[in-house]
Nanobody, 123 residues
Framework: QVQLVESGGGLVQAGGSLRLSCRIN????????MAWFRQAPGDEREAVSC????????YLPDSAKGRFAISRDYAENTLYLQMNSLKPEDTAMYYC????????????????WGQGTQVTVSS
């Protein structure tokens, strides 16, 4: 069974930065694609970015792609999301998710989820 534990959220002013972390625990953890999703109040949960053996993928609009960077430390079983130049519209609960092998931008294709970490950006 795979378990995901996120950390790193918080309150930050617009223009600031945060780095989210997600540790994956379980057998064959390196075989899983790991992704970040986010969900703002009243909105659908949307894919942010994913990292697996076949590469890193970003699913957000172009306005966000240059501000967010995903990385993964396989030795530490940890996924990261570096978020820079944060905007109030980035405020959301950020979730870590995992699925076997390949990345996907579709929420329903992920089997395992973390509890989420709140990111709040003040204007």
């Amino acid at each position: 069974q795979v378990q995901l534990v996120e950390s790193g959220g918080g309150l930050v002013q617009a223009g600031g930065s945060l780095r989210l972390s997600c540790r994956i625990n379980g057998p064959r953890s390196g075989d899983y694609a790991m992704a970040w999703f986010r969900q703002a109040p009243g909105d659908e949960r949307e894919a942010v970015s994913c990292f697996s053996w076949n590469g890193a993928f970003t699913y957000l609009p172009d306005s966000a792609k240059g501000r967010f960077a995903i990385s993964r430390d396989y030795a530490e079983n940890t996924l990261y999301l570096q978020m820079n130049s944060l905007k109030p519209e980035d405020t959301a609960m950020y979730y870590c998710a995992a699925r076997f092998q390949r990345c996907s931008g579709t929420r329903d294709e992920y089997n395992f989820w973390g509890q989420g970490t709140q990111v709040t950006v003040s204007s």
